[in-house]
């Protein structure tokens, strides 16, 4: 069974309170470098991997896509990703990631979320969504930077006064299960390279147009205290790749 902390009362409690849980994408840091890396949706078939509280799905709408189906594994989510949406023509499914099942030549663009560090086989999920999507579709995601997922200890590493003093990396080269604290304890997310994350899109057929690592924007370094921070080591990284 794939583990579902999101189903979990006090890790979605948790969940519940963060920033992008309550203001939506605008909250998110990584939304904005995202946003530029999505392809046109106008009449396009979407499906979004890990959907949450489905913001990816209404934005695609509000894009003009045609239809848009949104996949998570907990019902916790998908509960309030109903109660914020009103529209016949996004569709959400509840199921995990790794068993997803569509139509050869389904989507014209596949999105996911910082939600395919969760997935054990990142190659088994990339021949799915290469096989589900049109020629010239788009995989276009996001994860927790290898950098950040490196070590069990998702943190940084402090004083004896409590200051940070630097982002440790370890174990980078070896790659599956950490079991981190994210929220509550008890986490677990699979760390893999980045030589890994693009050798697979390539392998499968794909090919990559885009690599981000994303830096907050200049209104959040501003406004957020201890954004500064988020210069001195990735947290994110966003692939977008292609089936020619």
Request: overall charge negative; glycine content about 4%; charged content about 25%.
């Amino acid at each position: 069974m794939k583990q579902n902390k999101y189903d979990e009362i006090n890790f979605f409690s948790e969940y519940e309170k963060m920033p992008r849980s309550v203001q939506g994408l605008d909250a998110a840091g990584e939304w904005h470098v995202l946003k530029a890396l999505l392809p046109d949706f106008q009449d396009k078939t979407v499906l979004d991997l890990g959907c949450g509280f489905g913001w990816h799905c209404r934005y695609a709408r509000e894009q003009q896509a045609k239809s848009v189906i949104g996949v998570d594994l907990s019902e916790k989510m998908l509960q309030k990703a109903q109660e914020k949406t009103n529209d016949p023509f996004i569709t959400y499914l509840k199921m995990p990631i790794e068993d997803i099942h569509f139509s050869a030549s389904q989507f014209d663009v596949v999105i996911s979320s910082l939600a395919i560090h969760y997935v054990q086989s990142f190659e088994a999920l990339c021949k799915k969504v290469y096989a589900y999507l049109k020629p010239n579709g788009s995989f276009v995601f996001s994860v927790e930077h290898p950098i950040y997922t490196s070590r069990n200890e998702q943190d940084w590493v402090y004083d004896e006064n409590g200051n940070r003093l630097h982002w440790a990396v370890d174990h980078y080269q070896t790659e599956g299960i950490r079991e981190t604290t994210f929220l509550t304890e008890n986490v677990i997310k699979y760390h893999r390279t980045l030589s890994t994350y693009m050798n697979v899109l390539i392998q499968a057929g794909f090919t990559i147009s885009a690599v981000k690592e994303p830096m907050p924007s200049e209104e959040m370094l501003k406004n957020i205290p201890d954004m500064q921070d988020e210069l001195r080591r990735p947290m994110f990284l966003i692939i977008v790749a292609e089936k020619k």
